[in-house]
């Protein structure tokens, strides 16, 4: 059996400390918003209402597929038919109504009187977040949501991905990826779904 030495045995107390001082933080940041009733928007909450109120209306989608700079291939479905699950993978993967995301982003409310309509707004306070902006958009008069728009930002060691995401509530889904990979070319995509009511 190896001996434990002075060098093992400091290293072995150093990351104790570190992996302590480590728990110690993220309680002192849980605690901070313990007292905190909610938490943030819901896309997924939002999408789920959405499916229940309207599953079941048969219409017709445009379906438009755009690819870097080649013409945008167009085709018609059902929403009957249509694959929904990847549509809604691609937003609840923005989800940050979590508690453990209270206090990563920063809100702001404003209002659009022109456009007579209520901004709810979220940024992430940093750039390294998945999802980094939020902005829901609400009729003044009737409280409906009328828009959501985020905005996604994934780094690995292959590459950027970003994402520009758009919902107005049963007309138009739209999702825009920029794809920048280390090694290729960069790929752009646009697929929108245009619902014929």
Request: hydrophobic residues 35%; glycine residues 4%.
């Amino acid at each position: 059996m190896k001996k434990i030495t002075v060098y093992h045995f400091i290293f072995l107390v150093s990351l104790s400390a570190f992996a302590l001082q480590s728990c110690k933080k993220k309680k002192a940041e849980a605690d901070q918003y313990a007292d905190v009733k909610g938490h943030y928007f819901s896309v997924r909450q939002f999408t789920l209402d959405e499916w229940q109120t309207f599953h079941g209306s048969a219409f017709t989608i445009l379906k438009t597929v755009r690819e870097d700079k080649k013409k945008a291939d167009s085709s018609y479905t059902t929403s009957d038919t249509l694959n929904w699950g990847n549509i809604f993978k691609t937003f609840f993967e923005t989800e940050i109504s979590d508690r453990k995301y209270l206090g990563k982003y920063t809100y702001n409310q404003f209002e659009d009187n022109e456009e007579g309509s209520r901004n709810f707004y979220y940024k992430a306070n940093d750039d390294e977040m998945f999802t980094q902006k939020l902005l829901i958009t609400v009729d003044q008069v009737n409280n409906k949501i009328k828009g959501i728009y985020i905005e996604t930002f994934k780094k690995t060691l292959w590459g950027e991905t970003k994402q520009n995401l758009y919902y107005n509530p049963m007309k138009t889904i739209q999702i825009q990826t920029d794809e920048k990979p280390m090694v290729g070319a960069r790929k752009y995509k646009v697929v929108q779904y245009y619902f014929m009511l």
